[in-house]
């Protein structure tokens, strides 16, 4: 008995290291990939995920599990809940499978993030009422923050006296260059999960 739980543990962590030696391959690789096909698929599910391409993800774990060894599929459906959750942005979802697989849960930041993108940009499946919603929160987003951004700059440029056609200049490059500042640190942070995710896996 003690010498199969040694197998199956074996075998588990075979899996395991599979994956990570074929982390850093093209999807066209994975996709040719035979001879650790569950692994490869369940890769390919992982980045289809973080795509937010819930059908993708879904139909990339089924050839996962389908391939996987009896004792490998638990620990396959357990990373599929997890990318489903995340390609169908549902935050609570992802967080609990997470905690199921035994590791970190996504911060209260990340969870907040996915929040707010299930409204903005809601999943197919999730109905023309949801995307007619998201539409206009984007909409009145935009107004908000154009608003506050010309509040900003005529309370700066108020000593001064600047009349109000310059304000509306200065208020479009002060978001043209808070945009660059995001998009800058955004990058960086995806680089850093990026070299972080095969020790996560």
């Avoid at 650790?36 to 391409?53: C, E, F, M, P």
């Avoid at 197919?124 to 908000?144: C, E, N, Q």
């Amino acid at each position: 008995m003690a010498q199969r739980q040694r197998q199956v543990r074996m075998q588990q962590t075979s899996s395991i290291n599979s994956m990570q030696d074929l982390e850093h391959r093209s999807d066209e690789e994975l996709e040719k990939e035979t001879r650790h096909r569950a692994a490869a698929q369940a890769l390919l599910g992982a980045r289809a995920a973080q795509r937010y391409d819930a059908p993708k993800t879904k139909e990339h774990f089924q050839r996962a599990i389908a391939a996987a060894r009896p004792q490998e599929r638990m620990q396959i459906r357990r990373m599929a809940d997890a990318s489903i959750a995340l390609a169908e942005r549902r935050p609570d979802a992802l967080k609990a499978a997470v905690e199921r697989m035994g590791q970190e849960a996504p911060s209260g930041r990340q969870l907040f993030m996915l929040r707010v993108l299930s409204i903005v940009a809601p999943p197919k499946s999730a109905g023309t009422l949801a995307r007619v919603r998201g539409v206009l929160a984007v909409l009145a987003f935009i107004v908000v923050v154009a608003l506050l951004s010309y509040g900003i700059v005529s309370l700066v440029l108020w000593p001064v006296g600047v009349s109000s056609g310059p304000r509306v200049f200065y208020a479009f490059m002060l978001i043209v260059v808070v945009l660059i500042v995001l998009f800058v640190l955004g990058r960086r942070r995806q680089r850093k999960a990026a070299a972080a995710a095969p020790a996560r896996r």
